[in-house]
């Protein structure tokens, strides 16, 4: 069987950074500030493709100051994963 290798996307977690943040919701991106009025406008959801894309402007920012302000324009952070497969660890 063949393992599977990882790209340095597929080893990350992007996490909300929780309820004082700005967007706190985990599936659409309402601003915290209109949580409260659901029915007159319709906020995007947050989807894999966007949280990769964001990741990847930030991982093309040069400085982490500069990456971290592209990542709370969703209020996500990037966390790198440590992961073993078989035995082997992808680092």
Known sequence: MEIPVLNSLSARAALILGPNSEFVCTCCLVPKDFLWDLLEV???LRSRDGILRLIQDADAC?????ARAVLLEQSVRNI???????GQQDV
Do not use: A, N
């Open 42 to 44: 319709i906020y995007p």
């Open 62 to 66: 040069q400085t982490k100051k500069e």
């Open 80 to 86: 790198p994963v440590c992961m073993g497969l078989r």
